[in-house]
């Protein structure tokens, strides 16, 4: 076909208004966004290996707690370009061709993944100046932290750690700080929302596309902000009716049918006995509620791909109008979608999830059901129940039932081991000074104010009077050994403290310093021994120590099970929400370190009480994410 030709046939295009376009388009966003779904996963899990031995160090994985023997290394640098390789492929993958097929589609031209992947890659050049670079790191940085525009996956999970965030809102010059610097990314986001678009669609450099930005911005403000409130109404209202159809009209499995039938019923398809009435009935209301969820949430996972893209068809529809004037009608799409094919494969795919479902509901009990119940160990001895680190809050944890309380030790100017989460004392004593430079007979004369507020003064407890309340208590004593003194003479000390007393079974020393758990493993491999981290690269299960203690955001499955394939346990810290800790019970983490004890009690009596379809749901939840 020539020119010529061409050019005829996309004159003959009918015009269609907006809505119809949308309709229209729907099966090309669909396929889009599928198949960029498996483009970005292949290469992740392709590289996933090598990068993790590359980072390796010694042939130990690279954590928060053994960093500093990666960041003098040569693979540093290595590992930083691939980093940002990926970062740029995630953002050429999911923003940039996603604004080219947007503006393919609103221009009538045809449109595929093939076309929109070679302009995106094309655009990369134009950003390898300052202003690009800044543009690229707002988005992979400052748009998971102020939530104003366009994301990718790869940060879907990113988050200042909940410890670092309870520091920052405890002292209001740093609360100040972090909340004036999430207005400042809001305003620069606002103000630069069509950036992209500049450069991808007009060709612009960074800069200018920036300005451009902000002159669209200022002009137009109150509409772009009434245009967004009305695409999100739009996107709430879709998302909420599938919410409905599934919870309210199917979700009757999970409350009437489920109520009838027992709860936390095993049963063993393959023992060869006969099953009963009952048995047979909970099997069907397995399986049943297996497609519901299953489906439910393929469906949701889909509406919310197509919902993202008709939220950037909204954005590339405004910057069309803020810069070219109003577009009342629009062409209809080139008859080149294969719908058919795209009907054909997702008929076939509703035929596999359909047979998954059979199968997750018949092995409800070995897919499903937990095997053992998540165990629970208090923060700084008894969480809220008491003040922190304190004797009285070891006893609340024993009296509950803790698999453990954590603590934290120092050493004196004079050799002696007592109890205070901070570097100094300056926070429950007033007194700046470091336990590393005060005596034991100094400490002792200080007075700790309550942290529950009840205006209690309290000693400064020691480690010996932590040991001789956990001996024979059936609560695991977590000692972290933290600031300055958390070195070699502390491991051997606390080890012969922990055998004069006969507790080998009842102490676990852990740490954010890797090298000092490293060390206590090796000399007293009978202790139980555990790292803590909030990030890593490489096979963190090579680390030297019993427990992996992991910031409750990386607590992925994948990384639990690859845990558990190592035979070590697999521990959340700190998880002080509602949400989080209902999440972690449906997880197959071992234990979780909480401030919320009665919360963790509650949550799990919930979880104990829930309907199979419930337990189900739960599990299931994140399978599309």
């Known amino acids: 076909m020539g020119k010529k030709e061409k050019s005829t046939k996309q004159v003959e295009q009918k015009k269609i208004s907006y809505g119809r376009l949308i309709y229209e388009a729907l099966p090309e966003m669909w396929g889009f966004q599928i198949i960029v779904s498996i483009l970005v996963a292949i290469p992740m899990w392709l590289f996933k290996g090598p990068v993790g031995a590359l980072a390796t160090v010694d042939g130990v994985a690279v954590t928060t707690a053994n960093m500093k023997g990666l960041l003098l290394s040569w693979r540093f640098p290595v590992l930083l370009v691939i980093g940002i390789a990926v970062v740029i492929y995630f953002i050429v993958m999911e923003l940039f061709a996603q604004i080219c097929l947007c503006d393919d589609i609103l ?3 045809g449109a595929g993944v093939r076309r929109e992947l070679k302009r995106g890659f094309k655009s990369v050049k134009k950003f390898l100046t300052p202003m690009g670079i800044g543009v690229l790191a707002y988005i992979f940085i400052a748009v998971p932290l102020c939530g104003l525009g366009f994301s990718i996956s790869l940060t879907k999970e990113f988050h200042i750690p909940n410890f670092i965030m309870d520091v920052v809102l405890a002292k209001p010059l740093y609360a100040i700080g972090y909340f004036a610097g999430i207005i400042a990314l ?7 929302i069509f950036t992209l678009h500049a450069v991808l669609i007009d060709g612009m450099t960074p800069s200018e596309g920036r300005r451009r930005s902000v002159e669209i911005v200022k002009k137009n403000r109150w509409t772009l902000i009434w245009g967004m409130i ?9 998302q909420l009716g599938i919410n409905i159809l599934f919870n309210i009209f199917l979700g ?6 489920g109520e009838t039938l027992p709860k936390n019923y095993t049963i063993d398809i393959f023992s060869g006995k006969d099953l009963t009435d009952t048995e047979i009935e909970i099997l069907a209301y397995r399986v049943a509620s297996a497609i519901t969820i299953i489906l439910g949430k393929y469906i949701n996972a889909i509406v919310v791909l197509l919902t993202g893209t008709y939220v950037m068809l909204s954005f590339t529809k405004f910057y069309f109008e803020f810069t070219r004037g109003e577009f009342k009608e629009y062409l209809e799409r080139p008859k080149k979608s294969r719908y058919t094919g795209k009907v054909v494969a997702s008929t076939l795919l509703f035929v596999v999830l359909i047979a998954l479902s059979f199968l997750v509901g018949l092995l409800y009990d070995r897919m499903i059901a937990r095997q053992e119940p ?12 008491a003040s922190e680190n304190s004797v009285e809050g070891l006893e609340l944890a024993i009296q509950h039932g803790c698999y453990g309380s954590e603590t934290d030790i120092h050493r004196t100017l004079d050799g002696y081991y007592i109890i205070n989460h901070d570097n100094d004392f300056k926070r429950l004593t007033g007194v700046a000074k470091a336990p590393k430079d005060m005596t034991l007979d100094e400490i002792e004369k200080l007075e700790i104010n309550d942290t529950t507020g009840n205006g209690q003064k309290l000693k400064v407890p020691t480690l010996e009077e932590l040991l001789d309340v956990t001996k024979d208590s059936g609560t695991r004593l977590f ?13 051997d000390d606390v080890a012969r403290m922990i055998k004069e007393r006969d507790m080998v079974d009842d102490v ?11 060390y206590t493993e090796t000399h007293y491999p009978e202790l139980m021994t555990g790292t803590l981290f909030f990030a890593g690269l490489g096979d963190i299960t090579n680390l030297n120590c019993d427990l992996l203690i992991m910031e409750e955001e990386i607590a992925t499955d994948a990384t639990i099970n690859l845990i558990h ?9 700190t998880v002080n929400t509602r949400n989080n800790m209902s999440k972690f019970q449906d997880s197959d983490v071992d234990a979780i370190i909480t401030d919320e004890i009665e919360m963790f009690e509650e949550v799990e009596a919930e979880h104990n009480d829930r309907t199979d379809f419930e337990a189900m749901e739960a599990r299931l939840g994140n399978m599309f994410d």
């Open 107 to 109: 221009q009538g031209k």
């Open 252 to 257: 009757g499995l999970g409350s009437d049918m």
């Open 479 to 491: 000692i972290e050994f933290k600031g300055a003194t958390a070195d070699e003479k502390e491991a």
């Open 508 to 518: 676990a020393i852990i740490s954010l310093d890797y090298n000092i758990i490293d």
């Open 230 to 238: 009305k695409v999100f109404i739009i996107v709430f209202l879709i």
């Open 374 to 385: 998540v165990k629970c160990i208090a923060h700084r001895t008894g969480g809220t129940m």
């Open 186 to 192: 809001l305003w620069f986001g606002f103000h630069g």
């Open 565 to 573: 394939a190592a035979n070590k346990m697999a521990v959340v810290w």
